[in-house]
């Protein structure tokens, strides 16, 4: 086999295993919101936010669905304002990881194996404009591991995508961390907590329409054919 012919196919391939086996290898590993918040408590403020982004970024990268454990710890230990800067920290190095991991390992096989009729939308999405960027970036709808990936399989230019990483993603973690931090643990035990907190903070359930007319416009942008 001419493995330089198939070097794109090979990285792709590379590539999907290395993802398939961090989400297999994260299947075992368990993670308590109690114990993070005791070890962190160990720690002056400035070693605990150290230590808070380094453990975000690498234990969310072997789980696929760990940031929940993550930003509930955040809120809880740092509060709502700190732990969102915090978070956005964590989740910038997060895209810039996943972003060139799927551009240097998968870009060259989408360009190379596309079907034609898929080549419409990527070329789309080459072309899609920042304010759109930043909406998908602060509506909360698409996983931030997923739209990272997706982005650096696509035409877009990472320059473009991260500024909406940075200047999207604290809208979004600021409301997901302030409705954490005022329904705390109950959410984990009993979600439909969160509806009496709503119910509670008015201004807030305002705030989550706003969300709410994001992701519709979002869902729009995405099935549209223009």
């Known amino acids: ?69 993550f930003w509930l710890t955040g809120a809880l230990f740092f509060g709502p304002g700190y732990s969102t800067v915090l978070i956005c920290i964590s989740e910038a190095i997060n895209a810039y990881i996943l972003f060139y991991l799927a551009r240097r390992f998968g870009r060259g096989f989408v360009e190379k194996r596309v079907a034609e009729k898929y080549r419409h939308l990527d070329e789309k999405l080459g072309r899609i404009s920042f304010i759109w ?29 991260f500024l909406a990483v940075i200047l999207g993603s604290p809208l979004k973690m600021f409301w997901v961390q302030s409705v954490l931090y005022g329904v705390g643990k109950n959410i984990l035990t009993n979600p439909v907590a969160i509806i009496g907190y709503f119910q509670d903070n008015r201004i807030l359930m305002y705030v989550s329409l706003i969300y709410v007319v994001l992701v519709i416009m979002v869902v729009f942008k995405i099935s549209s054919r223009d």
């Open 133 to 161: 960027l930043f909406i998908f970036r602060a509506a909360p709808l698409i996983p931030y591991r997923f739209m990272d990936l997706a982005a650096g399989l696509t035409r877009i230019k990472f320059t473009r995508y």
């Open 1 to 69: 086999m001419n493995i330089r012919k198939h070097r794109h196919e090979i990285e792709f391939f590379v590539l999907i295993i290395v993802l398939f086996w961090v989400w297999y290898a994260g299947r075992s590993l368990r993670l308590d919101p109690d114990t993070i918040i005791n070890s962190l408590r160990a720690f002056p403020l400035f070693y605990s936010s150290i230590i808070y982004v380094f453990l975000y970024v690498i234990v969310s990268f072997f789980i696929f669905f760990s940031k929940d454990v």
